[in-house]
């Protein structure tokens, strides 16, 4: 019993232990994750500049992205108490902690009003007696940490912008000066002042509304894109392509096959035939037939056959003109309501970013796994006969199996490079979350 009560207190001690010492490093790690997040809504939405209570109300920026914003500041001033609080425990800090804590506080440095209590102190106390520290006056900003870390080739960017906005001219706005009040005060004292003031209403429901209309010119924009290329293409086939075609291409001067496959697929079909008769005729099923007689059938289903080819043959003739119309119809709706497309964009970019990080992650590799994954070779087959069929061009086997060794592996590493140059900036958490679910 005295054992049981002492493995209990040990465990007791560890836990507590792991706790009070293991505080400043996951602290750190949840505010440079919150951290980034920041700059990612930084970069998309304000061009790498501050995030402003004006900007964020603009109509090109979604509503969501100020509640992430005040959601991930939240976490990253939390966790920075807490691990100024708890660094006197910490001992020695290693050189990807200390860029980590430079990155997160130069950050915080940019949303804070009052002088935070800074974790960039010395982490060793064996030093001599007259050695003295004292803390950088001016505030530690993002850029000059990634000015010491980044290719010369960004760093002269950076250096450019920064002179850019150094260069401004002498009669431009000054930037507005923090008040005295908090800004979140501040927001919540103006959202009281418009939820009081007597035209609210009218300004909601004129939200309302200029919403709605984008979402409806946005909804009608794809409905046109999509039905009348098609509706076109099968009212130009019925009406003008095929009658056409099929007074081109009579008994007389046009042969009845396009292609050698289908001339080989309508040698099968009379062999299966002819084959059938013989085999009827030995079981005893059909009456014995002469040698001519069997030989007028055969010439009837071959009369047949040829009519059903030149339909076929036909038909994929006119699917080449009518496609091509379909083409230029979707062509001229895009120029026609060119005006509507960043509506569209706009409709697009908000319904994904509407979506959890999860269920981001999972349209990635759905989408993924069906033109670039282990299973995707079939699907390009069947997919690349099923347009030759449609064309009536003869499938090449050799053509199909060198598009499938080199497309998808091209869109494969696209679709890569986009993953770690633009997502992991727009959305970490959906790269994190991508990564552990292909793992």
Known sequence: MTSTFFNKSTDSLSQLKGKIFGTPERSLEQAYQAALSIKSIEDRYFHGGKVTVSTANDAQIPTSVQADFEKHLSILKQQMKEFN????????????????????????????????????????????????????????????????????????????????????????????????????????????????????????????????????????????????????????????????????????????????????????????????????????????????????????????ISQEFRHRSNNAVSNVFADIIAVLSFALVLVWRRKDIMMLKSFMDNIVTGLSDSAKAFSIILITDIFVGFHSPHGWEVLLEGLSSHLGIAANRGL????????????ATIFKYWVFRSLSRMSPSTVATLKEMND
Request: glycine content about 2%; charged content about 25%; hydrophobic content about 40%.
């Open 85 to 304: 609080t708890s660094s006197s425990t910490q001992g020695n800090l290693g050189q990807d902690h200390l860029m980590r804590l430079f990155f997160t506080e130069g950050t915080l440095t940019k949303y804070t009003l009052e002088p935070q209590a800074s974790a960039l102190v010395p982490f060793s106390n064996n030093l001599p007696a007259n050695t003295s520290f004292q803390l950088p006056t001016p505030p530690i900003q993002v850029i000059e940490v990634k000015q010491a870390i980044a290719p010369e080739k960004t760093r002269s960017r950076q250096l450019h912008r920064k002179n850019s906005r150094n260069s401004a001219p002498e009669n431009a706005e000054p930037q507005v000066k923090a008040g005295v009040l908090p800004r979140s005060l501040e927001r919540t004292i103006n959202k009281i002042k418009n939820e009081l003031d007597p035209n609210a209403e009218a300004e909601v429901v004129k939200s309302f509304r200029r919403s709605q209309k984008k979402t409806v010119v946005a909804i009608r924009l794809l409905a046109l894109l999509i039905l009348i290329p098609l509706i076109t293409q099968q009212v130009s086939k019925l009406y003008l392509v095929q009658p056409i075609v099929d007074r081109v291409r009579n008994e007389a001067v046009t042969p009845v096959f396009l292609n050698s496959e289908m001339k080989e697929e309508a040698l099968k079909e009379l062999q299966t035939f002819e084959e059938e008769l013989k085999l009827e005729r030995l079981m005893g099923a059909a009456p014995a037939l002469t040698s001519e007689a069997i030989e007028e059938k055969v010439k009837d289903k071959a009369t047949e």
């Open 400 to 411: 199909i199996f060198l598009f499938i060794a080199t497309v998808p592996v091209i869109l």
